[in-house]
Every structure is written in C-alpha cells, then in structure tokens.
C-alpha cells in the first residue's frame, strides 16, 4: 500500500521493570499483527495473528491501556480510559473494563513496582491513582488528588517509588506530590513555578508552560522541556526536605523553537529534545554529575520539500542507540535520524507517513522490531516494522481503531 512507503526527502516492583515510559508503552509489540476489525467505542475480540519469534513465547497474554481525550472542548471521540487482555499467542484484544467517568486520561503512567498505574486528567487539575489486578488487569480507583495547577500533562515516579513529579502545562508549576506503599498520592508537598523570558509566540508563548518531566536513565534528575519560556530545565528531589531544586541553569533553546519532549541516549551522555514550534530536534550532551544540558545540535523534523504548517509532537531513541525517532503533527509523519556513533550528531535517515493523521504519541518496542504511532485526529493505532541496520519503518496495514488515542502503557501479568 501506498503509506508503506518510506520518504526520503533527498528523494521522498517485586521485580521491577526497568524499563522506561516509552518502552513500557511498547511492549505491545511483543506480537506481530494482522489486519483488525474497526470499532466505534473501542476493540473487542480484535484478531492478530503472532508471527513469534519475539522473546516473549512464554507468557499466555498481557495487559493494554489506552488514554484518550474525551471531551468536547478538544473535539475528542475517546471515551475513558480502556483495558485490553492481549493474547500473546493469538493476538486477540479483549476488552476488559472502561472507566467512563474518567475525563481526559491524557497521558499514563506505571509506579515502579508495575502494580499501579496513574493517570493526569488533561486539561483538568488533577491525578489519578489506581490499583491494578493481578489476574485480570482490570483497574481499581484507590484516590484522586489535586496537582495544584491546570492541565496537568505528563507525570513521572521517582526510582525509589515514594515521590510523584508531575507538569501542570497552563499555570506553570510543576507539582510534588507523596505516593504511599498502597499505591495512593498525598496532597502536593511543593509546588514550583518555572520563570523565565517567554519566548516570541503570541498566541503559544504567553508564559512558561512546562510540557514533560523526564527522569534521565540514572534517576537523579528531572528534565523539564518548556514550551513558553523556549528553556530547558533540569530540577532534583531533595527526599529528605522533600522539595524539587533546580539541579544548574537551564539550557538554552532557540527562540520560538517550544522545547516539548526529551529522550535519553542509552549512554545517559545524549539527549534530544523535539521542539513543537519550529519542528526541530536539538541534541545536548548531557552531564550526568550535575545535570547540565549542553545544545551541539538543531536539525529540522521536517524535509526541505515540505512547505505546509506543521507542530512536532513525540521523540524516542533506538535502545540500541543509533537511531532517533520524531513525529510530525501536520506533516503527519515519522522522522527517523541515524546517530553519529562518536559525535551524537543526527543525520535524516528518512520520513514515514504515519498511517492517519495528527500522530501525537509513539512507541517503540524493547526489541526495536515495531513502531506504533498514536494517531489522535483519525483515532487509529498503525503498525511499523522496524529494520534495526537501516532504521527504516515499513507501514503494514495493521491498525487498532480507538477514539481519540494519546498514549498506551503495556503490562504482563
């Protein structure tokens, strides 16, 4: 088909998982799939078919969870936060519970332990904390709490399990906030508003407005991507007066760039962030004793030939650490850079259509073998193959249909 096409634009806890929000999110790729059957209000019964082969024979089924928008104001379809058992053998989705009461569960998260998940609610003022079952997946509301700001969108666990760092995009705070041994949140232990000169934008730069707070692979620091004050923060926990310190001053982005989304280079020594604004992805060395960001790089997310309006969206790195991947939200596609081995620097390895349109969020596999890419605007799920040598992404025409979608978590039970 068509969209499989590549364009190149020289021519077109007990047991911790380690992995990270994106890996997690990925794990879904453990099986290969064939064409689903479409569903206005979800997918039940959806037949994939595993190819095997993917280190994962030995488990029966896991869990999916699907986040979505869900309100009129946003021009949502999604209904609630979904769960799915996945067979791993078959590839069936079957749906197990719908939280319907749940408005926008903009962006998830697992706890450390993998044995609750938490939600932000986008757009809203508050966090969600759930107990997840053992047996089923299903999920059980344990509280709700307030992040003393407004639309909260994105949320991270520290490594020991006890702090909850969460970004409140609108009134420009980042909250701290207590998680108990039962999975529970406190009420927000400090609050920290990120200042700074606002960037040129009239209409997307009018105050700081903090987009992700991302652990870096060691877990001693926060980085914060700031889309209105074009700044990159990095901040610390101080566990013992539990409060958030901003670790060195921040780093620098272009004007107007609206830094959005960070990934770490496996090394822990490199990290791109995409900005939304400009559609560009700047690469900075990063120190990993103090948390400095230093820039060494800004390449396009976009080809020279494309000339239309376009925002980028999500960034994540090959575990192998050799390619970076981006998504364009107009262009409506997947960038690919390879990485310079000795240097970081970023070279265009090519752009893939994303399969629909307005891909917000993607995920890569821990194997690296697939791709899947979140496209909000057309409510589709799309499949890629991934060459691990060329870093090429290959469409299939394998797509799950679920409303408005925005992120996806994956555990095994």
């Known amino acids: ?125 508050d966090i969600t904390a759930m107990a997840i079952d053992p047996a089923d997946g299903s999920l059980r509301v344990i509280n709700r709490q307030s992040t003393e700001g407004k639309n909260p969108v994105h949320l991270a666990i520290d490594p020991s399990n006890r ?45 700081a407005k903090p987009h992700q707070v991302e652990f870096d692979p060691s877990g001693a620091f926060i980085v914060v991507p700031d889309k209105g004050l074009d700044l990159v923060f990095t901040y610390r926990i101080d566990a013992e007066n539990k409060k958030l310190v901003l670790a060195t001053k921040p780093a620098q982005a272009r004007e107007g760039a609206g830094p959005r989304h960070v990934a770490f280079h496996p090394s822990g020594r490199l990290a791109y962030v995409i900005n939304e604004l400009d559609s560009t992805v700047t690469g900075y060395r990063f120190d990993p004793a103090n948390g400095a960001l230093a820039p060494f790089q800004v390449v396009s997310a976009l080809p020279d030939t494309f000339t239309g309006n376009s925002r980028a969206a999500e960034i994540a790195v090959s575990a192998d650490g050799r390619f970076v991947y981006a998504s364009n939200r107009g262009y409506d596609t997947i960038a690919a850079f390879a990485i310079d081995a000795a240097t970081g620097r970023l070279s265009p390895a090519g752009w893939t259509p994303s399969g629909g349109k307005t891909p917000r969020f993607f995920a890569l596999g821990p194997s690296d073998k697939f ?41 095994a039970p």
């Open 371 to 411: 791709l899947l890419a979140a496209n909000e605007e057309t409510d589709t799920l799309n499949f890629f193959e991934r060459d691990a040598a060329s870093g090429r992404l290959v469409a299939t025409d394998r797509t799950v249909h679920v409303g408005s979608p925005v992120c996806i978590l994956i555990k």
């Open 163 to 207: 702090f909850m760092v969460v970004a409140n995009h609108i009134t420009s705070t980042l909250a701290l906030l207590p998680r108990h041994e039962d999975g529970s949140l406190g009420a927000v232990i400090d609050l920290v508003k990120l200042e700074g000169k606002i960037g040129p934008h009239r209409v997307e730069q009018p105050f």
């Open 1 to 125: 088909m068509e969209s499989s096409q590549v364009r190149n634009d020289r021519g077109a806890e007990a047991e911790p998982t380690r992995w990270s929000r994106r890996g997690i999110a990925a794990f879904l790729f453990a099986s290969a799939l064939t064409p689903v059957i479409p569903a206005t209000t979800g997918f039940t019964q959806i037949p994939i078919t595993s190819k095997g082969g993917n280190g994962m024979s030995d488990l029966s089924s896991y869990f999916a969870y699907v986040g979505a928008r869900t309100t009129k104001e946003r021009g949502a379809r999604g209904n609630g936060l979904n769960v799915y058992r996945v067979d791993a053998k078959t590839g069936v989705w079957s749906h197990i519970q719908l939280l319907g009461d749940l408005v926008n569960p903009s962006f998830l998260a697992f706890d450390r332990s993998g044995r609750f998940l938490y939600t932000v609610h986008g757009d809203l003022s």
